[in-house]
């Protein structure tokens, strides 16, 4: 069974970038981000469907976070730019078969859950 792989999280100071991979499924999904703060829900973060065509943010990261995949090879990147301590989580990636407005917020319509990549922003 497909599982993410999650990678490039790290230690930044507040105002610097990261970018996150998800290593690719073996096929075209649409594929989520989500981070859990500690000792929060999981909350999302952001999506994109499987040809790129629609791309979906939270409020919280619009404009300083961006979604993009490598159509070669399916990788779904997550770059974070103007980090603040309050973006300090362990983020995921996640799949599922097609993207929609409505549900794409929703933790409970993905699946194939990596183990995430941390996230520490200092102040």
């Known amino acids: 069974q497909a599982q993410a792989r999650e990678s490039g999280g790290g230690l930044v100071q507040a105002g610097g970038s990261l970018r996150l991979s998800c290593a690719p499924y073996?096929?075209?999904?649409?594929v989520g981000w989500f981070r859990q703060p500690p000792g929060k829900e999981r909350e999302f973060v952001a999506a994109i469907s499987g040809n790129g065509g629609l791309i979906l943010y939270a409020d919280a990261v619009q404009g300083r976070f961006s979604i993009s995949r490598d159509s070669a090879d399916n990788t779904v990147y997550l770059q974070l730019n103007s980090l603040k301590p309050d973006d300090t989580a362990v983020y995921f990636c996640?799949?599922?078969?097609?993207?929609?407005?409505?549900?794409?917020?929703?933790?409970?319509?993905?699946?194939?859950w990596g183990q995430g990549t941390q996230v520490t922003v200092s102040s």
């Open positions: 073996g096929r075209v999904y649409a």
């Open positions: 996640a799949a599922r078969a097609a993207l929609d407005r409505r549900t794409a917020s929703d933790k409970r319509t993905y699946s194939h």
